[in-house]
């Protein structure tokens, strides 16, 4: 069974960095994509940045302060966000599946529980 935690989020000042973890079991990282994604209240789920192999994807809004990274010995899956925003201030959740296209959560089957990142002004 395939099983996703995520952790690492917290109350961060806007401008600062945080790395969020996604531990996985039943699943190993290397082979299928781990992908990000996060979500407002009132608002659908947003895909953030994926990974696969040795390929990386991210969403054009957080390209070049997002970075997605994996320690297959680990079998976890990082995202570190550096130079907060105060709009990247939501709940995140890391995913895997086989999806087509990676950027669709509909397309996902598992799902963690996701983390809350603040960011204060």
């Known amino acids: 069974q395939v099983q996703l935690v995520e952790s690492g989020g917290g109350l961060v000042q806007a401008g600062d960095s945080l790395r969020l973890s996604c531990a996985a079991s039943?699943?190993?990282?290397?082979?299928?994509?781990i992908s990000w994604f996060r979500q407002v209240p009132g608002k659908e789920r947003e895909f953030v940045a994926a990974?696969?192999?040795?390929?990386?994807y991210y969403a054009e809004s957080v390209k070049g302060r997002f970075s997605v990274s994996r320690d297959n010995a680990r079998n976890m899956v990082y995202l570190q966000i550096d130079s907060l925003k105060l709009e990247d201030t939501a709940i995140y959740y890391c995913?895997?599946?086989?999806?087509?296209?990676?950027?669709?959560?509909?397309?996902?089957?598992?799902w963690g529980q996701g983390t809350q990142v603040t960011a204060s002004s």
């Open positions: 995913a895997t599946g086989t999806p087509t296209p990676y950027s669709e959560p509909r397309k996902y089957a598992y």
């Open positions: 039943g699943r190993t990282v290397g082979h299928w994509y």
């Open positions: 990974i696969k192999g040795g390929n990386s």
